[in-house]
């Protein structure tokens, strides 16, 4: 482990140590330095990089910044590779700050005032042990525009018992007081989904707040450990978490905890149910349709290609809205039963978040829109006149006004955060996204258990899978209709195998 001799270790603690693991990020680590160093507050703060002996230039990269910004940037650089844990352990014991920000070397923040913000927060809500903003998932293969990682609906306050339920803060947004953990048990390290143990950990002693505003991005990428996993081994990998969490920590949350372990173990049960019904039924190497939820895991059927129906990635939860350095355009869609957020992207690649605004329907015609705002004289700025919009007979409307605030190209992204929009909306169109994926070359549609449902709400889909496609499995657990043929008479049941 290494410490610049130039390191700030002498000066009076910082408030903030922003603690950053990294290991063979050599294309973000820059990035993520750059989005730590710009950062404007009032008052001192440290960066620590721990580099875990990197195979690519990650290390040489770092070596760089703290010699450039040696007031500012300490390095622990393992001789050997220890591992996320180990490095996480020891920048824990070297950092000095009152709070503590987590910053992965293959995330970034966007806004120079997110240390400030969070301090302030913390500052105004002593109940609160940590605090979190809201973020940006960007998936790196591409195929996915960006959206958020927070959902329309979380508080701005919550409790220990909400965190149970499932992980809702993104890392790169987290901020939380060093005092109230004291020394980290040393089970924390062994375990996995370290940073929702880490937040679970610190909500024992306070609240959590919540900012909600979008200052970060969280990268997802195929090396992701978690994102690698199929359905199956998420759930048994929850299941692990949760009891070994529950045995650490004495019990004392152990109702809240079987009520979830019960529910993981529901799951389990049927998807490997599921899967065992399947792999009896489809023929070798077969292409695979699986009606499934909006960001649901596909099923792991082994030997079998797995396409999602309906498609995730053929009707996005965020559409481009607008281009342009600075405009106006008019949105005349705004539905009283969702949340959207306009977002303006600047930057060489516009992955770079300049503004936000986020736009709601009156709940009713008694309430008085918010006052419009002057448009700023400078600077990147989007804005939503009128904000909320009065409700109209189906739908209401806004005007969009913007600027990237030097005159650089910028593009907007509206955001609707329903994920009915992820669903077809007739049974018309249901069975043209269905035929779409079979013409692609699906083979067979399997229906689980859970989604029946959706067959009796899409009635004119299951009229037209009955009426024209072999019902090759019906049970209890799913449904599988063939599609490689279809036949010129009407309904083939199982008999007519």
């Known amino acids: 482990m290494t410490v610049p001799d130039s390191s700030p270790a002498t000066r009076p603690h910082p408030r903030v140590s922003v603690v950053t693991n990294t290991y063979n990020h050599e294309h973000y680590i820059a990035q993520a330095v ?6 404007k507050a009032q008052f001192d703060y440290e960066i620590l990089i721990g580099e875990d002996c990197s195979s690519d230039s990650t290390r040489k990269i770092v070596c760089e910044y703290a010699a450039r910004n040696p007031s500012r940037i300490r390095l622990l650089l393992h001789p050997s590779n220890v591992g996320g844990p180990a490095s996480f352990k020891q920048l824990l014991a070297e950092s000095r700050g009152e ?17 400030q913000k969070q301090v302030s927060f913390l500052d105004q809500h002593p109940e609160c042990a940590l605090c979190f903003h809201n973020a940006l998932r960007i998936y790196e293969d591409g195929s996915r525009v960006p959206v958020v990682y927070t959902g329309a609906g979380q508080t701005r306050i919550s409790a220990l018992e909400d965190l149970w339920q499932h992980n809702f803060i993104a890392t790169c947004t987290a901020m939380f007081r060093k005092d109230v953990l004291g020394d980290f048990p ?93 792999q009896r039924t489809l023929p070798p190497a ?33 559409r481009h809205f607008a281009s342009g350095s600075v405009g106006s355009a008019e949105a005349p869609w705004i ?52 904000n909320p919009v009065p409700p109209g007979t189906k739908y209401g409307k806004t005007t969009i006004n913007w600027s990237t605030g030097d005159g650089s190209p910028g593009i907007i992204y509206v955001a609707l955060e329903d994920q009915r929009v992820h669903y077809p909306a007739n049974s018309s169109e249901a ?3 269905l035929e779409t994926l079979r013409a692609k070359g699906g083979e067979f ?29 019906d049970d209890e657990t799913c449904l599988i209709y063939d599609l490689r043929e279809m036949p010129s008479g009407g309904r083939l049941g199982m008999a007519a195998r």
């Open 34 to 39: 750059e989005s730590a160093l710009m950062q």
């Open 431 to 433: 069975i043209e996204q």
């Open 186 to 278: 040393e089970w924390y390290y062994d375990l996995p989904l370290g940073d929702w143990a880490l937040w679970i950990l610190c909500a024992q002693y306070g609240k959590i707040g919540y900012i909600d505003e979008i200052l970060g991005v969280h990268r997802i990428h195929s090396r992701g450990l978690w994102s690698g996993l199929d359905s199956i081994q998420k759930l048994e990998g929850l299941i692990a978490f949760y009891e070994t969490m529950n045995a650490n920590l004495d019990f004392r949350f152990n109702d809240i905890v079987e009520h979830w372990v019960s529910a993981r173990r529901k799951q389990l049960a049927g998807e490997c149910a599921l899967v065992e019904a399947a």
């Open 286 to 318: 077969s292409v695979v349709i699986v009606m499934s939820r909006a960001y649901d895991d596909p099923p792991p059927l082994k030997g079998h290609q797995v396409r999602a129906f309906p498609d995730p990635l053929g009707k996005q939860t965020q």
């Open 335 to 386: 539905g009283a039963d969702a949340t959207y957020d306009f977002r303006l992207f600047g930057g060489v690649a516009r992955d770079k978040l300049l503004a936000s605004v986020t736009v709601r329907q009156n709940a009713t015609p008694l309430c008085s829109p918010v006052s419009d705002k002057e448009p700023r004289k400078s600077g990147a700025f989007i804005e939503a006149s009128p």
């Open 99 to 115: 709070f503590v920000s987590i910053l992965e070397g293959d995330d970034y923040w966007t806004c120079p005032d997110k240390l």
């Open 445 to 473: 549609l399997l229906v689980p258990r859970k989604l029946f449902s959706w067959l009796e709400e899409y009635v004119g889909l299951k009229e037209h899978l009955d009426g024209h496609y072999r019902l090759a499995q």
